[in-house]
């Protein structure tokens, strides 16, 4: 993010979430930029951790959307648990375990009177962009939709170190 250029006090950095806290932080460039022998801890008193922007690292993230070549898929959106997770990470030894998470999902678009099926991918390298009821889904939830929207109340549970990706489609 990089504010007006005309600003003279414009600032460029990262904005993040660190499930720490509920709230949306930034990290400033260059003053995050750092080695991590080099990174300090913000002067927040409630916030417990040190975050930098690696200076010898380069890397970028595209978030390219549901990949849906013939559009046969209806907006699905989840209800986790939780918005935070026991830390699993080896890099500070706490090394808590992964938790269930039991999900609920509203999936809207939908035509009353229509058949739906929603399906379980458990990995990205097998999840299809078209053609979802041939593909390799692990499981899978079929209703009749009574309104533009449906509800699936507590319907699947994974754990919370998991990649799980859903599609619905019409049956």
Known sequence: YQT????SDSVTGLYYNDLWLNETRLLS???SVATRKNCRQSSEPDQPFAYCLPKSVDYGIALLGIQDTNGETFRMTLEMPSWTEPDYGKEDGI?????PFTVNATISGLTS???Y???RFDSYTTLPNSN?????YTKQWTFTASSSTHHLYQFDTF???STI?????RA
């Not at 007006?4 to 600003?7: A, K, V």
């Not at 090394?95 to 938790?99: L, M």
């Not at 990706?165 to 489609?169: D, I, K, L, P, Q």
Request: no cysteine; charged share 10%; glycine share 6%.
């Open 95 to 99: 090394n808590a375990s992964p938790v």
């Open 159 to 161: 754990l919370s170190n």
């Open 117 to 119: 099926t929603t399906l």
């Open 132 to 136: 979802f009821l041939n593909g390799p």
């Open 165 to 169: 990706f859903y599609r619905t489609v």
């Open 29 to 31: 460039v260059p003053d």
């Open 4 to 7: 007006s250029e005309s600003n």
């Open 113 to 115: 009177g229509t058949q």
